[in-house]
C-alpha cells in the first residue's frame, strides 16, 4: 500500500533540493554586466535575468498599473520599489522552464531595502550563491553606455543627464550593499575596465568556483 503521507514528505524535500540558485551581478550602469552574462548563459547554462529588462518590460506591457512609476523611476535614475522588482524575478523564475535552474540576476540588489525586500520575499524561493561584482570606474562606464545609445540601444536612460543620475545612485546606494554581502564572503571582485575578453578569463573562473 502507497504510504502518500511519505510521498508527502518526499516530495517536499526534493522540492527544496531544487530550490533555485541565484548569482547577483552587480556593477556601474555599463560595466557589462549584460555581455558577460550572456557569455555565463552560454557556456554554463544559467538563466538571465535582467531586473532592468523586467522592469521596462512591464513598462511597456498593455494595462501595467506600474507603467508610469516605473518609467518616472527609470528617467529619474531612481530605484523602483522592492515590492513591484521581486514581484517580477520571482514571476520570471517561476515562469522558467527548469524550476531547478541556476540563475543569474543583473542589476539588483541596487540599495539596502532591495536587500531586505529580497530577503523577506525570497529567501525561502531561492538560495544566494554568490555576487559577481564588475568594477568598472564612471568614466568608461559612461562612454560605453553613450557608444550604445548612439548604436541604437532604443534606451531612455542612455544619455549624459541620466546616466550621472544612475551612477551616482549606483555609488551611494549599490557600492554599501556590495560591502555587505563582502562581508558575507559572497563577493566576487572582477576589474571590468578591461576588454571584455580578459574580463570573461576571470569570470569563468569565478562561475566555476561558484558551481
Known sequence: MINRFAL??????????????????L????????????KIVKKFGYVHLSAGDLLREERERPGSEFGDLIENH?????????????NLLDRAMQESKDRSSKFLIDGFPRNQDNVEGWKKTM??????KGVLFLDCN????????LARGQAGSGRTDDNEECLRKRHQTYVTM????????EKLGLVYKVDASR???????????IIEEIG
Open 8 to 25: 508527502g514528505l518526499r516530495s517536499l524535500a526534493m522540492s527544496a533540493m531544487q530550490k533555485p540558485e541565484v548569482v547577483f551581478v
Open 27 to 38: 556593477g556601474g550602469p555599463g560595466a557589462g554586466k549584460g555581455t558577460i552574462c550572456k
Open 74 to 86: 527609470i528617467v529619474n535614475g531612481t530605484i523602483v520599489p522592492v515590492e513591484i522588482t521581486c
Open 123 to 128: 529567501s525561502d524561493k531561492a538560495t544566494v
Open 138 to 145: 564612471e568614466q568608461i562606464c559612461t562612454q560605453r553606455c
Open 174 to 181: 549599490t557600492m554599501p550593499i556590495i560591502q555587505y554581502y
Open 195 to 205: 576588454y571584455v575578453n580578459k574580463v570573461w578569463q576571470d569570470v569563468q573562473k
